[in-house]
């Protein structure tokens, strides 16, 4: 018997709902009266997670259905309101993908599909597991999840001990076997492919990520996960990506190429003539007064070792 109900009126759920059901609950109204939505409404946002608390609490929820809100005051229940935001911050598990792609890729931009496998709610039974109605709480965890085992170690001593509850398997509700969902199997999820298609902007980086908000893992009454594209690029048998190169070298970048030149006498002269009539033709340099003549010679690199031809203003050594 239900004492009082001012919690179960905030949240708008009845004293025989599932944990569910609370879920949803929350989080719609938590949205809704938001203090960053509704500056105005911190009253009634507070008031909304203080009913979650005691409700989504087993043994908070017992202690309140026995004595109303004032025997939660006066300590029963133990410990104080957990953080508003808590259910917020659960969501789904992010799906992660290593996509490969070449420094082209990188380079030039390109329009990429990957197909995933992922988590969705089962659209059959609502998320719900079985036929609407017939999905209750575990009486052996009372909704929980977790059941606890007292052991006594000594004198005067015990251990308790927390585990996932053998009888729902830690989902807090059980459903009949007859009553449960063809398709999901009483799971609530279902595998789906998803096919997502999107394009690697040009410039982007090796290990840059493509994140997908809220395409990722969904799990009943919670945020979906996120899908995150990780790029992976192999290796180029030329090239590869720095960020070594100055704006000189953006603007004027060339082309090295590495050139073998041939020895002397390597084309005899008929072929250095039939050579001459298919390139273009060379003019005559028409000389000038104010050009000099200078006869060209090979350089000998011992042509100073003596000092009678050491050049002018060099260090000259005394001769005896």
Not at 264 to 274: A, C, E, Q, T
């Amino acid at each position: 018997m239900v004492k009082e109900t001012t919690y179960y009126d905030v949240l708008g759920v009845k004293p025989n709902f599932t944990q569910e059901e609370l879920k949803k609950a929350y989080r719609k109204l938590a949205w809704k009266y938001h203090p960053v939505k509704n500056p105005n409404e911190g009253k009634k946002f507070k008031r909304i997670s203080q009913g979650y608390e005691v409700l989504s609490d087993a043994k908070k929820r017992e202690l309140y259905d026995k004595g109303g809100e004032q025997l939660i005051k006066e300590g029963g229940a133990g410990g104080g309101f957990g953080s508003p935001m808590d259910i917020l911050d659960m969501r789904g598990k992010n799906v992660v993908h290593q996509l490969i792609v070449t420094l082209e890729d990188l380079y030039n931009g390109a329009t990429r599909k990957v197909a995933l496998q992922k988590n969705v709610v089962c659209d059959k039974c609502e998320g719900r597991g079985g036929k609407k109605g017939l999905v209750e709480n575990c009486p052996n965890c009372r909704g929980t999840g977790m059941q606890e085992r007292i052991h006594q170690i000594g004198p005067e001593m015990v251990q308790q001990i927390q585990s996932v509850c053998m009888e729902c398997g830690g989902h807090g509700e059980r459903i009949c076997p007859k009553d449960r969902c063809k398709s999901c199997n009483g799971r609530k999820i279902v595998r789906e492919k998803k096919i997502l298609e999107f394009h690697i902007d040009k410039g982007m980086k090796n290990s840059q990520k493509i994140t997908f908000h809220g395409e990722g893992d969904q799990v009943p009454g919670l945020e979906p996960g996120d899908i995150i594209i990780v790029l992976d690029q192999k290796d180029h048998a030329v090239f590869t990506a720095g960020e070594d190169l100055s704006l000189c070298i953006w603007t004027c970048s060339w082309l090295r190429h590495c050139v073998n030149f041939p020895e002397n006498g390597f084309f005899s002269p008929d072929k250095l003539s039939l050579l001459g009539k298919l390139l273009l033709e060379r003019k005559d340099v028409e000389e000038t007064d104010e050009m000099d003549q200078v006869e060209l010679v090979d350089f000998d690199s011992n042509a100073y070792e003596g000092d009678d031809h050491h050049p002018q203003g060099g260090v000259q050594c005394q001769s005896s």
